[in-house]
């Protein structure tokens, strides 16, 4: 599973959970502020002879507390009807409510669920102006609160938006450490595609082109043809079985006909004989007995020698071709070495197959080198860690 797909659902788990803790929150507020001894543990700026609560009063308690139940969804309307309500229930002068702590709340939501700049400054701004008016307006009615008094809860106000900007901040610079790092997972996961397939690909594909190419000066030898031809269709079986089974593990569909098709050290033999089959003489030498590889380095040594191998073909055909390989306790030393010209071609072209070697055998911590023989040829050597321990 992806980090991006592990992410989603993440966030789908989450989603409910925070919907429930909002609807909890909000039925406490309401709640509590029917609750003898607790209901009027709230806020009064006033500090007046309170009225009866009477059905209105009810109202503005629950309107106080209960529009907490969408604070994450639309944070601005949230803070403006439980805003309003508040600065409705302090003018009207009826008894502390526990309900009052919504604003608390509904301005830290405001702060941290703003997700545009400008809409959170505008809310900011209008909420600092209806709190001033509130306090001249309380002042009017007779208060005796001075003006330090409001200044104080003001900024008291002022701190709770803060603490939700602070939070909203930290979560997009995560959010955004995470986008970055699924960036990189999807780069290394094209790369390693593009690896994939330019391995599969080329080597058969160069396999065939030879063959073909052969049986061109075969046309007075009928069974030499027919045995070319059988060799072209059984490595473009080959590459057909090769490439379904690569895009079905890409997907997560592996095809049944794919099944065992996974590149190691194991089917080296056989990728061996399948390029003496097109004409290339190949010899096998291993030196030791196989040992335990982590998957990828088993890949890695496998991806080597059909590199080689298809290089060998393509700039070297009919060269005679080496592949040594030994199996040490901690390492696996791979060797392929070909006769020929001192530059058979192998840094020719695009060399995406020697770039993407060393990314492979650099990633499972190998090391890679290839380069022209004094005497004539070119060797490619690996030197891959086995992984385990």
């Known amino acids: 599973m992806s980090r991006l797909t592990a992410s989603l659902r993440l966030m789908a788990m989450t989603a409910p959970w925070s919907r429930r803790t909002d609807v909890v929150l909000a039925g406490l507020l309401a709640g509590l502020s029917f609750v003898p001894g607790i209901a009027h543990q709230g806020v009064d700026l006033a500090d007046l002879p309170d009225l009866p609560l009477d059905a209105v009063g009810v109202l503005l308690i629950l309107a106080q507390s209960l529009p907490l139940v969408m604070r994450r969804r639309w944070p601005a309307g949230c803070l403006a009807v439980v805003g309003g309500a508040f600065i409705a229930f302090q003018l009207l002068r009826y008894p502390t409510a526990f309900a009052a702590l919504g604003l608390i709340v509904a301005l830290y939501s405001a702060g941290a669920h703003l997700r545009r700049r400008s809409v959170a400054v505008t809310v900011a701004v209008v909420a600092v102006v209806a709190y001033v008016g509130l306090a001249v307006a309380l002042h009017e009615l007779g208060s005796p609160e ?32 995470v986008r970055l790092a699924e960036a990189a997972v999807v780069a290394a996961e094209r790369a390693r595609i593009a690896r994939e397939l330019h391995d599969v690909v080329t080597h058969h594909v160069t396999a065939m082109v030879v063959q073909a190419d052969a049986a061109q000066f075969l046309a007075g030898q009928p069974e030499r043809v027919a045995t070319g031809l059988a060799a072209i269709s059984e490595t473009g079986r080959h590459a057909l079985t090769d490439l379904r089974y690569l895009l079905g593990a890409l997907d997560g569909t592996p095809d049944a006909d794919g099944e065992g098709r996974e590149p190691s050290v194991s089917k080296l033999p056989d990728l061996v004989a399948r390029t003496r089959g097109a004409g290339q003489p190949v010899e096998l030498v291993e030196d ?26 393509k700039h070297a055909a009919g060269r ?3 592949v040594y390989v030994r199996h ?7 060797e392929v070495t070909t006769d020929g010209p001192s530059r058979p071609g192998l840094g020719r072209g695009s060399g995406r197959g020697l770039v993407g070697l060393r990314e492979r055998i650099s990633v499972v911590g190998g090391e890679l080198s ?16 086995m992984g385990l321990r």
């Open 288 to 313: 030791g007995q196989p040992g335990a590889m982590e998957k990828a380095a088993e890949v890695a040594a496998y991806r080597v020698v059909q590199e080689a191998l298809t290089n060998a073909v």
């Open 146 to 177: 001075r003006p330090l008094d409001y200044t104080t809860f003001l900024l008291f106000l002022v701190a709770c938006w803060a603490a939700g900007v602070v939070v909203r901040e930290r979560s997009a610079a995560d959010a955004e450490r």
């Open 370 to 385: 290839a380069g022209a023989r004094s005497g004539g040829g070119f060797t490619v050597r690996a030197r891959i860690p």
């Open 328 to 334: 040490g306790e901690e390492w696996m030393d791979v």
């Open 320 to 322: 005679r071709t080496l």
